[in-house]
């Protein structure tokens, strides 16, 4: 039987997606393209509810799989299915419904759903699940750099967040089972390896006392094939002194860093329920920068959260100017059914959100811009991951350890043979658009 998997929503999601794809391979089933004209016999949708945006996103790709085949079995999985399983269940589009935390029992789902079409609903209340859900990847979708997902829920319940409701409190994976999984696809070739979780701030909160992110790190790097580790979001709180220490002590960290922000402004973040003010964040920056020089450092900024007044937000820009971010991933506040800011008074208009957002969008592009350019005439080494052809000529394209994206003029013959090594480029300029360093192979 054919088999299509669609994505939507974060690293997380693409992960266990992943993991799903290798499940129905190990069952016998064909993998087909989503959306490609292949009819698929099942349709399993990873579905994302992190905005009422993604809600609708969510339902138009459900629609689309039934859509390209109305005889297929339409498997909708997921964070929108844990927030409106109920109502998923009733949609003539969808014949089965899996909450989060059971995705590795797909196979096993699917097929007593087509000996009976009856057992079509397994969404639990995972509020109270406890236990990490066991999910393997042995190939990824990329050719260098693999996403392990290490951990899974949040019990933060920032005002806007509906992810704690639909993912659960916090769980880890056991350290072993990460450092297999990593040992596995080192061996195939991979040589950087990303750590992700919904909240990976807290890995290990719940497990024996000496399991931490720090000291899960330090397993992972000393695995042979592992050439590079980024990290997924910190929170703030987390770097300490003696975390970034120890941190810089590993040489394959990558100086890379994603520390969520959201408001540059105390009384929003108080009003989001964010648990850190904007002096702790920037002793934070500080602490990277001390034991990484020229660390890139990169957020994320909500725009027009309720009742964000315009002084509020000139703070805001201004402590992103102050902080100087080399990338800024920038939203406008979406409303969300079932969270407490979706009850606040004081709704921001979609004009002003529209305004904010274009102004910081401005800021990151020129702020980007100028971290790309600190780097010229440097030699930086690169990973490259694929080919690019560009005005008749052909690049090897790839990133820095600080993930600035460098393409360098090779021979078409030879193009192919960078792909997946680390090689040192000098970096010599910007790309017109300024989005990429342009440099050569020494």
Do not use: W
């Amino acid at each position: 039987m054919k088999a299509s998997l669609h994505n939507l929503g974060c690293k997380v999601n693409s992960y266990e997606t992943e993991a799903m794809e290798q499940m129905l391979i190990d069952a016998g089933y064909e993998i087909v393209p989503f959306g490609d004209g292949v009819k698929a016999d099942i349709y399993i949708i990873n579905t994302c509810s992190v905005t009422n945006i993604a809600d609708r996103k969510s339902r138009q790709m459900l629609h689309k799989a039934k859509k390209q085949n109305p005889d297929a079995i339409v498997v909708a999985t997921g964070c929108y299915v844990q927030a409106d399983g109920a109502d998923l269940i009733n949609d003539e589009a969808v014949d089965i419904v899996i909450g989060n935390n059971r995705k590795n029992l797909l196979v096993r789902i699917i097929e007593e759903y087509m000996r009976d079409k009856r057992n079509n609903n397994d969404v639990i209340d995972i509020s109270k699940e406890r236990e990490y859900e066991k999910l393997n990847i042995n190939e990824v979708c990329e050719h260098t750099r693999a996403y392990i997902k290490v951990q899974d829920g949040c019990n933060q319940f920032c005002s806007y967040c509906i992810i704690p409701y639909t993912r659960g409190r916090v769980r880890s994976r056991v350290p072993e089972d990460v450092e297999a999984e990593v040992t596995r696809l080192a061996d195939k070739g991979y040589k950087e390896f990303v750590l992700t979780g919904i909240h990976l701030s807290s890995y290990g909160i719940e497990l024996a006392e000496s399991t931490t992110l720090l000291e899960l790190i330090k397993r992972v790097s000393a695995i042979k094939g592992v050439k590079r580790i980024r990290l997924g979001s910190f929170e703030p709180r987390i770097l300490t002194e003696e975390f970034v220490s120890e941190l810089a002590k590993i040489e394959n960290v990558c100086p890379h860093f994603h520390i969520s922000l959201q408001s540059g402004c105390d009384a929003t973040l108080k009003r989001m329920n964010r648990r850190y003010t904007t002096a702790e964040y920037a002793q934070s920056c500080e602490l990277l920068r001390k034991y990484f020089p020229g660390a890139a450092i990169t957020t994320d900024v909500i725009v027009g959260f309720p009742q964000e007044t315009d002084e509020e937000f000139i703070m805001t820009k201004e402590y992103l100017e102050q902080i100087h971010f080399y990338e800024m991933h920038v939203f406008k506040y979406s409303r969300r059914k079932g969270t407490v800011a979706d009850r606040m008074e004081g709704q921001i208009a979609e004009s002003v959100k529209t305004q904010r957002s274009a102004i910081l969008l401005e800021l990151e592009k020129q702020m980007s811009a100028q971290y790309r350019r600190s780097a010229l005439q440097s030699v930086q080494e690169v990973l490259f991951e694929e080919t690019v052809e560009k005005d008749g000529n052909v690049y090897a394209a790839g990133y820095t350890k600080t993930y600035i994206r460098v393409l360098a003029l090779v021979d078409m013959e030879q193009a192919d043979s960078y792909i997946n090594k680390i090689v040192p480029v000098r970096l010599l300029s910007l790309s017109e658009d300024e989005e990429a360093a342009l440099g050569e192979i020494i």
